[in-house]
T-cell receptor, first 117, second 105 residues
């Protein structure tokens, strides 16, 4: 079976534009996470989806960031009016879920490298 | 405060050496602490630790959790160049900044 996939792998955009990043989790995984990793930094939690429950958005840095998960599968992270400080690698991960947020093994996608000029 | 601190930040050793990577945290109530290896972009799973004092082993790698002293260690014996990577410790959704390990042939 396929692992977690993300698209695009690289995205270059101009400051002020909106971007959408896509994540396809492993089939059957009920939990989905978004993180970002700035150069030389650790992973920063953004948002967590578990099944049909309301997402945990506690890590979103501003209201320019939002995410959806349609049909319990594919997720889209949207960044509106991008700023240069949004430049980072955005990683998506999925897990079987059911053990609680972050409590089980997460399988990471290859990430999307976002560069805001 | 919900912090995960890893040390050292960077470590350079020769092939064949043994290394110990440290991870300390501050929150006492949690389900699991995990270790990941990040070579390029996607971290890959190494260990999940849920109980204190029980060592997990996988080949040359081993890890243990001490819930009383609030830390975990990751040991790598007989290091190889393929072990060069960033090693990440995570307590639920809080990641440490990682330890960058470089193995010199």
């Amino acid at each position: 079976g396929a692992g977690v996939s993300q698209s695009p792998s690289n995205k270059v955009t101009e400051k002020g534009k909106d971007v959408e990043l896509r994540c396809d989790p492993i089939s059957g995984h009920t939990a989905l996470y978004w993180y970002r990793q700035s150069l030389g930094q650790g992973l920063e939690f953004l948002i967590y989806f578990q099944g049909n429950s309301a997402p945990d958005k506690s890590g979103l840095p501003s209201d320019r960031f939002s995410a959806e998960r349609t049909g319990g599968s594919v997720s889209t992270l949207t960044i509106q009016r991008t700023q240069q400080e949004d430049s980072a690698v955005y990683l998506c991960a999925s897990s079987l879920g059911g053990s609680g947020r972050g409590a089980d093994t997460q399988y990471f996608g290859p990430g999307t490298r976002l560069t805001v000029l | 405060e919900d912090k995960v601190v890893q040390s050292p930040l960077s470590l350079v050793v020769h092939e064949g050496d043994t290394v110990t990577l440290n991870c300390s945290y501050e929150v006492t109530n949690f389900r699991s602490l995990l270790w990941y290896k990040q070579e390029k972009k996607a971290p890959t799973f190494l260990f999940m630790l849920t109980s204190s004092g029980i060592e997990k082993k996988s080949g040359r790698l081993s890890s243990i959790l001490d819930k009383k002293e609030l830390f975990s260690i990751l040991n790598i014996t007989a290091t190889q160049t393929g072990d060069s990577a960033i090693y990440l410790c995570v307590r639920e959704l809080t990641f440490g900044t990682g330890t960058r390990l470089t193995i010199i042939p």
